[in-house]
């Protein structure tokens, strides 16, 4: 197996909280809480969960536009968690950013043609008549126009913003793309388009996804693996048949439940979780899901269930599944 182009491992970040005049400590969030994970070369890791899980957050932090509380993050078996600003520019070559607002992560001032040339010139690696070439060769993989590139962000719909900011994220030939629901302020039918895209400069570029999003049909359609978040931790991942066709951990289960299926006569059984998801700045003492579980039993109260493999390939952090099951034999 190929090294992975991203690792993480035990990663955490805790915002504190300050009230008052004398700004002083009144908590912590506990946003990202000891996160591990791995994308491998041409593979599309999903991270999935409620809004207000720690998804963004996570990407953020991987990306280092947040800085880690602790943890280690390694680009192609690099340590860049502590990198200094400048000794990370090498390394933002290889990875990049598409973000979920189409629109606010454009600078409205800076034409479009501009706005994706701009990682050429700050990395210095052409200019003049090669950098406009580039941006309009990078502007046709995108499906738009070279002659949009005298165009201002507001001239452009939503989808096509968002093309433009593939087109950024492709400008430096990254080895990993992460995506903050890239699609979710989309029109479905323009959803549709820009995942096909993404999917077809995968296979074009050999690239890497780290794809956040809720939407699970979207997931479905584009992921290898899939990896489901609850309270800023990872509570189940494996390959994607894997999580949808046999979902171990009871709150991906429930999530799953809650997915419409296209055939009005296949009735599937919801899974109806009770309360409110927990706050993340007192989350509940072991396993952070059983005040909302319904199988909780005693242990679920107090003890942290460990992260393990429950059966080949797929791990997830439940009481439920106190061993590992062997590979069947053949």
Same mark, same amino acid.
């Given at each position: 197996m190929n090294a992975p182009v991203l690792e993480v491992s035990a990663l955490k970040k805790h915002f504190p909280v300050r009230k008052g005049l004398l700004r002083r400590s009144a908590g912590t969030v506990f946003a990202v809480d000891g996160v591990t994970f791995k994308v491998a070369p041409g593979e599309t890791l999903s991270l999935v969960g409620e809004s207000g899980c720690g998804k963004s957050t996570l990407a953020r932090t991987a990306m280092r536009l947040i800085e880690p509380t602790s943890g280690t993050i390694r680009l192609e078996g690099h340590d860049v968690t502590r990198l200094s600003r400048r000794e990370m520019q090498p390394f933002r070559r290889e990875l990049q950013m598409i973000f979920q607002d189409p629109f606010s992560s454009l600078n409205p001032r800076m034409k479009a043609?501009?706005?994706v040339g701009e990682p050429l010139k700050v990395h210095g690696l052409s200019g003049g008549n090669e950098k406009h070439a580039r941006v309009a060769e990078l502007f046709a993989q995108v499906g738009l126009r070279p002659a949009q590139m005298q165009s201002f962000p507001h001239e452009f719909s939503g989808g096509q913003r968002q093309r433009i900011s593939i087109a950024r994220a492709l400008?430096?030939?990254?080895? =990993?793309?992460?995506?903050?629901e890239p699609v979710s302020a989309l029109d479905v039918s323009i959803q549709a388009? *820009?995942?096909? #895209?993404?999917?077809?400069?995968?296979q074009q570029r050999g690239l890497s996804y =780290?794809?956040?999003a809720h939407d699970l049909a979207v997931v479905e359609?584009?992921?290898?693996?899939?990896? *489901?978040?609850? #309270?800023g931790k990872i509570v189940e991942q494996a390959e994607k048949r894997k999580v949808f066709g046999n979902p171990l951990h009871p709150y991906t289960q429930a999530l799953l439940s809650a997915v419409p299926l296209p055939n009005p006569r296949?009735?599937?059984q919801k899974r109806?979780?009770?309360?409110?998801?927990?706050?993340?700045?007192?989350?509940?003492?072991?396993?952070?899901?059983?005040?909302?579980c319904p199988h909780a039993f005693e242990p679920c109260k107090s003890v942290v269930p460990a992260f393990r493999a429950v059966?080949?390939?797929?791990?997830?952090?439940?009481?439920?599944?106190?061993?590992?099951q062997a590979p069947p034999q053949t």
């Open positions: 043609g501009d706005i400008a430096l030939s990254p080895k =990993l793309i992460i995506a903050d388009q *820009v995942i096909n #895209l993404l999917m077809d400069l995968q =780290l794809f956040v359609h584009i992921s290898h693996r899939v990896a *489901v978040m609850y #309270l296949v009735k599937r109806i979780l009770q309360g409110d998801v927990p706050s993340p700045m007192n989350p509940p003492p072991g396993c952070p899901f059983h005040t909302r059966a080949p390939g797929h791990e997830a952090a439940c009481h439920l599944y106190g061993v590992v």
